[in-house]
């Protein structure tokens, strides 16, 4: 009776795909909710320096979208970034996440049992030379959706 080989080659594969399949799966399930925080600001960040104040808009918590409207807030970051300083885009730096607990937006406003705070830096060329604003961003998940806000506090 012939009995056919089972080639070596063959196991590795199957075992390289099957361990590369569970390292994405744990990857994308199991990501710290830093890192998705995280990946949540450079969505923002990147929406606004290509001008696109809508979508970066939407990623705003509903506590920022009393602040303005998306109408308004489209109009005032264009008329002011891009209009006032002449500047076409701008690059940005990131802060490591700092985990806050009971962080409030306002001082009279409802604590969030975790948030994640960055320090953005947006760097501007433009008319006026080259300059930069510094922001604190806050993150927390908000109906399974990882939302930004800025900090009102006096």
Do not use: C
């Not at 923002?44 to 320096?49: I, T, W």
């Amino acid at each position: 009776m012939y009995r056919k080989r089972f080639s070596p080659l063959k196991l590795y594969l199957v075992l390289f795909i099957l361990v590369s399949f569970i390292v994405v799966l744990t990857t994308v399930l199991l990501r710290p909710d830093s890192n998705q925080a995280l990946t949540t600001v450079k969505k923002f960040y990147r929406f606004e320096q290509t001008g696109n104040f809508s979508d970066s808009w939407d990623l705003f918590h509903p506590f920022m979208k009393q602040k303005f409207t998306k109408a308004s807030f489209i109009q005032d970051r264009a008329h002011v970034f891009f209009g006032h300083f002449g500047a076409e885009t701008f690059k940005y730096e990131i802060s490591e996440p700092k985990e806050v607990k009971g962080w409030k937006a306002a001082s009279d406003g409802k604590p969030f049992k975790t948030a994640y705070k960055f320090d953005v830096v947006q760097i501007y060329s433009g008319k006026y030379g080259k300059f930069s604003f510094i922001q604190e961003v806050y993150v927390v998940r908000y109906k399974d959706e990882w939302v930004i806000l800025w900090d009102y506090n006096s």
